[in-house]
Structure formats: C-alpha cells, structure tokens
C-alpha cells in the first residue's frame, strides 16, 4: 500500500502564495509514479488541477491555474510539491494528491489514479 500526506494548506489573503507538500510512504517506488493534483471546494465536484510525470520531464495544468501554478517532485523525497501563486478566491478547496503507478505520461482523469490523500484545506480571504 501507497500512503499520501498532504501539508502546507492554510488560510491566506488573495495575491498570495502557498506551497503545498504531498509525501509518499510505504510499500511504494514513488520515482516510477505518475502524481497530480486535485481539488474540490464545497457543493463541487473534485476538478484536476497538475499532474507530472515520473521523473519530471512532463507537467500539465488546468487552465484555471496555468501560469499561475508549478508542479515539481524530488524522487529522493518521495515527495510532490505545488506551488501557488497569485491565488484567488475561487481557488479555495480541499486539494488532494494522487498516485498513478501505471502511467508513463499524465492523466487529468481522476479515474486513473490509484491512490489518494486525504487532503489539506487552502482558504483564499478577500
């Protein structure tokens, strides 16, 4: 089994930034998964936010936070990041990473994703 922690969320004014962590543990090669980034805000539903590649080489993002937003790994963590910048109201939800073991590539499908945290709140004040 794969587990996910999720860290970094917190309460911050419009036009910041935060940096969200997402750890992996136990019976994991995390260097040969696929993550991404997902969030949902209240009454929503979950909605792709970034996703990479194993080792890096691709990344992919929502058109909400594109230019806005990084995904980035370190293997040698087994760790994810994503960095928001600017954020805005709408941003505010509960953002979940995910691990797809079988892909090469990334995938915006929450489907293909095996494994899941639990999630940290970001909230976004005016």
């Known amino acids: 089994q794969v587990q996910l922690v999720e860290s970094g969320g917190g309460l911050v004014q419009a036009g910041e930034s935060l940096r969200l962590s997402c750890a992996a543990s136990g019976r994991t090669t995390f260097s040969t998964y696929a993550m991404g980034w997902f969030r949902q805000a209240p009454g929503k539903e979950r909605e792709f936010v970034a996703a990479?590649?194993?080792?890096?080489?691709?990344?992919y993002y929502a058109d909400s936070v594109k230019g806005r937003c990084t995904i980035s790994r370190d293997n040698a963590k087994n760790t994810v990041y994503l960095q928001m910048n600017s954020l805005k109201l709408e941003d505010a939800a509960v953002y979940y990473c995910a691990a797809d073991p079988s892909r090469v590539g990334v995938s915006v499908r929450a489907a293909e994703y095996d494994y899941w945290g639990q999630g940290t709140q970001v909230t976004v004040s005016s």
């Open positions: 990479i590649s194993w080792n890096g080489g691709r990344t």
